[in-house]
C-alpha cells in the first residue's frame, strides 16, 4: 500500500511559477514510475508527466513540455513537478500516482495508487 500526499499548489499569475511536491508513504518508493496528472473543471483527467524508477526517463505532454520538469528523490520518497510559464488553461487539480508495471505510462487507469491533489490557479 502506497499513501500519497501532494503539497504546493496554489493561485499564480499567468507566466509565473510553483512547486508541487508528492511526498509516499512506504518504503517501496524507488519500485514505481510515477506520474502527474490533471483535471481541469468539466473536463477529463490528462496526463501531464512522469518519471520513471530511477529518475532516468521521463515523459511530457507535448502540452507542458519545455515548461514542466519532473523530478523525483527516492531517498525522500518524494516527487517533483516544477511549473514554469504557466498560463491559465494550466489551471487544474494535479494528481500524483504511483504505477507499478509501469507498462503504459501515459494511461491513468494503468496506475495503482493516487493522491488527493492538489490545486493550481492561474490567473490572466
Known amino acids: 500500500q502506497v499513501q500519497l500526499v501532494e503539497s504546493g499548489g496554489g493561485l499564480v499569475q499567468a507566466g509565473g511559477s510553483l512547486r508541487l511536491s508528492c511526498a509516499a508513504s512506504g518504503r517501496t518508493f524507488n519500485s514505481y514510475v510515477m506520474g502527474w496528472f490533471r483535471q481541469a473543471p468539466g473536463k477529463e483527467r490528462e496526463f501531464v508527466t512522469a518519471i520513471s524508477r530511477s529518475g532516468g526517463s521521463t515523459w511530457y505532454a507535448d502540452s507542458v513540455k519545455g515548461r514542466f520538469t519532473i523530478s523525483r528523490d527516492n531517498a525522500k520518497n518524494t516527487v517533483y513537478l516544477q511549473l514554469n510559464s504557466l498560463k491559465p488553461e494550466d489551471t487544474a487539480v494535479y494528481y500524483c500516482?504511483?504505477?507499478?508495471?509501469?507498462?503504459?505510462?501515459?494511461?491513468?487507469?494503468?496506475?495503482?495508487?493516487w493522491g488527493q491533489g492538489t490545486q493550481v490557479t492561474v490567473s490572466s
Open positions: 500516482a504511483a504505477d507499478l508495471r509501469a507498462t503504459r505510462v501515459r494511461v491513468g487507469t494503468e496506475y495503482d495508487y
